[in-house]
């Protein structure tokens, strides 16, 4: 199994020149590094005794392409991911994910259009793509905060800018709500309205209930603060300068403010069908914030496989 390295930040220099980006043989070996440490895992069946896997090594066959004895039915290391079916080249997707792992703010659809030399349609499909792999939940990852933690929880609002539409009416806002545990992990979500019902249901299922709950004087929050070990409202205006020292929701206002300059300097405009894409690849960013960019571009196609595809091809990329 010479193929398959063991990928530690040493081997996987985050670097332009780096052959993964340009040679597709090199592309599939380094994906099959990272969601294979072991060897080849059939996706059909589960079997991962590599003596009942072989290798298709024919001349007729594309490379990367094995065969499992249990269910007999071929596989290469794109099957059960997002990248599956695609025509685009592994070289391209992984210089996307390099671009969009390392940028703070995002990299838009034209610009990977321009730098990779895919059709626009083809970039805007493979970044949703991409950012459905950074999907990390918290199901997986364990909730947000726990004791002796403080979990600042905000909302926001992005869209509904009317710039050179005079005459249009405003387009609508969408609300989106963060919870950041100071010094640690933070999830966001789009929310339809930012209501105690509908807020409730993010809370006690994304931050454990030991936190102590940070927000802002909202009315939506005093009843779900309950739930938790305690909860401080901050009032913006009192100038309590000792008490704010504790009692503030700096961490979770820095975080919106990175995803503001994004979506309005990077993406520009946002449909609401695709927000909670973007909300994911801003907290994957933010989540692996210690990472080097090497190390964040694996961690990001770690998450490749068994991601729901709600959409098929590049004919429905028509809207941003
Ligand atoms: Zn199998």
């Not at 490379?63 to 997002?82: E, L």
């Not at 792992?101 to 970044?127: C, D, I, N, P």
């Not at 571009?297 to 709600?310: D, F, P, S, Y």
Request: aromatic share 8%; proline share 4%; hydrophobic share 35%.
């Amino acid at each position: 199994m010479a193929d398959f390295v063991k990928l530690t930040a040493e081997v996987v220099a985050m670097n332009i020149t780096d052959p993964i980006y340009s040679d597709e043989d090199k592309a599939r070996e380094h994906l099959e590094g990272i969601q294979w440490p072991n060897g080849p895992v059939c996706p059909h069946c589960g079997n991962v005794d590599q003596a009942r896997i072989t290798k298709l090594q024919g001349k007729s066959t594309r490379p990367g392409v094995y065969k499992c004895k249990d269910c007999r039915k071929p596989f290469s290391v794109t099957v059960g991911t997002v990248m599956e079916r695609s025509k685009i080249p592994l070289t391209k997707w992984l210089a996307a994910m390099a671009l969009m792992t390392s940028s703070k703010k995002g990299v838009s659809a034209h610009q990977l259009h321009r730098m990779l030399g895919v059709t626009y349609e083809s970039a805007w499909f493979l970044a949703h793509r991409l950012r459905e792999a950074m999907t990390t939940t918290t199901a997986k990852a364990g909730p947000i905060g726990g004791a002796n933690k403080v979990v600042e929880v905000d909302e926001t609002y992005v869209g509904g800018k009317a710039k050179n539409r005079a005459h249009a009416p405003a387009p609508k806002k969408h609300a989106v709500v963060a919870l950041v545990e100071r010094d640690g992990r933070m999830a966001s979500f789009h929310v339809a309205n930012v209501t105690a019902t509908t807020l409730r249901p993010i809370l006690v299922t994304n931050v454990s209930r030991a936190s102590f709950l940070m927000t802002d004087e909202s009315t939506v929050y005093p009843k779900i603060g309950k739930e938790f070990k305690g909860h401080g409202r901050v009032n913006h205006s009192a100038g309590e300068y000792a008490r704010a020292v504790f009692f503030h929701t700096n961490t979770v206002e820095n975080y919106f403010s990175i995803f503001k300059r994004g979506i309005y300097g990077v993406y520009h405009h946002v449909s609401e069908a695709h927000l909670h894409r973007y909300c994911a690849e801003f907290d994957f960013r933010y989540n692996s914030r210690k990472s080097t960019d090497a190390e964040r571009a694996v961690r990001a196609l770690e998450g490749i496989r068994g991601k729901r595809l709600l959409y098929r091809g590049p004919s429905e990329a028509a809207h941003p």
